[in-house]
T-cell receptor, first 116, second 110 residues
């Protein structure tokens, strides 16, 4: 099973809402990632978890709150978002961190988020 | 400041011919380079990679070439097939992060 799943596929939320994005993998990978991708732009790294601990936070605003309940699951909690946060949010996983094992990342299909 | 650059937003190639996608980078600390392929409504899919200590890596129809002195890499697809039509992202890595280029949309023409 080389699949990373993400739910929901699409999400529309108001600026006062609280919602969560979910990501799951069953490849035994110990590193998981959140990326944000705007239209016609490359994916931009937001967070990296390694062994369920936050390893990298790319100065992401606190209205985005990641959570890694276990080695297979990664959540992204959203609160008080702005319209400019509308984007495709991609989850990825890799065997681990460190030379080469972090590089070959498997991506989910993404959640298309629209903030109104 | 873009550290990974794909200067061609799109490329059209006849089916059966060779597709060459180019990528330039600026950071000499990158030690691993990757190509990802992305179809609409799907996440990027890992395609092929190359370590900075090598200059060529081949996998079936896909070959990646690395020219460290020029800070340039390229992806060759031969022969090109209709299913190769997608967006191709060049990526470079160091310190557990991957930095992506903006992508090149490849159209394979019948």
């Amino acid at each position: 099973d080389t699949e990373v799943t993400q739910t929901p596929k699409h999400l529309v939320m108001g600026m006062t809402n609280k919602k969560s994005l979910k990501c799951e993998q069953h490849m035994g990978h110990r590193a998981m990632y959140w990326y944000k991708q705007k239209a016609k732009k490359p994916p931009e790294l937001m967070f990296v978890y390694s062994y369920e601990k936050l390893s990298i936070n790319e100065s992401v605003p606190s209205r985005f709150s990641p959570e890694c309940p276990n080695s297979s699951l990664l959540n992204l909690h959203l609160h008080a978002l702005q319209p400019e946060d509308s984007a495709l949010y991609l989850c990825a996983s890799s065997q681990g961190l460190g030379r080469t094992s972090s590089y070959e990342q498997y991506f989910g299909p993404g959640t298309r988020l629209t903030v109104t | 400041d873009q550290q990974v650059k794909q200067n061609s937003p799109s490329l059209s190639v006849q089916e059966g011919r060779i597709s060459i996608l180019n990528c330039d980078y600026t950071n000499s600390m990158f030690d691993y380079f990757l190509w990802y392929k992305k179809y609409p409504a799907e996440g990027p899919t890992f395609l092929i990679s190359i370590s900075s200590i090598k200059d060529k890596n081949e996998d079936g129809r896909f070959t990646v070439f690395l020219n460290k002195s020029a800070k340039h890499l390229s992806l060759h697809i031969v022969p090109s097939q209709p299913g190769d039509s997608a967006v191709y992202f060049c990526a470079a890595s160091s310190s557990d992060k991957i930095i992506f280029g903006k992508g090149t949309r490849l159209h394979i023409l019948p």
